[in-house]
């Protein structure tokens, strides 16, 4: 697997004429976003205003207009910024994921199955998922998808209005484990202890219902950082092991984002939480910033890491 700094050096040698063409049309399209933007806000305003003063609108009917303006304008810009994106996947995301192993393939419309984030039993079963920027294949011998995710879950009022709220959006990963594990093993992020301290934080995760048993670990860097639950509280504590910690820790730090992870079968199922899509191009940053850049190949490095960081490819656990 290439390093974090081949990776660097393959985003700005090998596509910089790309990324030189790309960001002139990124300079042209942000031009018409904002022609566009300010032309369509001077005539919803001057529609909104001419309602409102023949039927003397309401708050609720000035509250809906301010959501149809921000609903409107979302479908406007990402019908401007969709060819561009398309290109920007097509000759820059895609020859990174080449160049990281040419087991695997890319598809940028489509996401990882809603059926391997169900058995992650990481989050409930959501009613509508979505996503996009889809890679699978093999790393260093170990079956691997992940893509962009987004989970909801639908909720109906008592007038029968729906109401979508997410369960998940971010970075979903499924990896071929080397071992056939008998019972469950779920980690997740420690938010009960760090809200509410020590004291009501371990009562309130030792009387979680929905989770099972409660699996008390010996890294107190570990604890402070995440909560385990587990079917097996000797084989978690022989799936986390000192070593296996302290990785886990790493790669928490390293994606500065709250990481989920489950144990189950020959998987390991990882989510990590994110509020926009990891692979989506900047209209309003050159693509030639090095911060701008360095975020696509963490984000491929951090995805493709677990391998390296948890040693998938090595035979940690022989297969029963």
Known sequence: MKSKSELTDFYYKSLFPVLKILDE?????????????????????????????????????????????????????????????????????????????????????????????????????????????????????????????????????????????????????????????????????????????????????????KRDELVKMDNPAFEKEFVVYSTNQIEARYILSHVIMSKLLRFQKNSKHPVYISFIGDYIHLAIYYDKDMFEPSVFRSLLEYKVAMEYVDTLHLATGIVQELKLNQKLWSKE
Request: proline fraction near 2%.
């Open 25 to 209: 049309d990124r300079k042209q399209l942000r031009y018409r976003i904002i022609l566009i933007g300010i032309g369509f806000t001077l005539i919803y305003g001057a529609i909104c205003i001419f309602i409102f003063s023949a039927i003397n609108a309401q708050l609720d009917i000035l509250l809906f207009a301010i959501i149809g303006y921000i609903a409107i304008g979302g479908f406007i810009y990402k019908l401007l910024i969709k060819d561009y994106t398309a290109e920007f996947k097509s000759k820059v995301i895609k020859p990174l994921i080449s160049v990281i192993d040419e087991k695997l393939h890319y598809s940028s419309k489509t996401h990882i199955p809603k059926m391997l984030f169900n058995r992650s039993d990481l989050f409930s079963n959501p009613d509508r998922v979505s996503g996009n920027d889809y890679v699978k294949g093999d790393l260093d011998g170990i079956s691997l998808h992940f893509s962009d995710f987004h989970a909801e879950k639908q909720h109906r009022d008592s007038k029968g209005r729906t109401r979508w709220s997410t369960i998940f959006k971010g970075l979903f990963l499924v990896a071929e484990f080397n071992k056939k594990f008998k019972g469950k093993t779920i980690v997740l992020p420690d938010t009960a202890q760090s809200t509410f301290g020590d004291l009501i934080g371990n009562w309130l995760q030792a009387n979680n219902f």
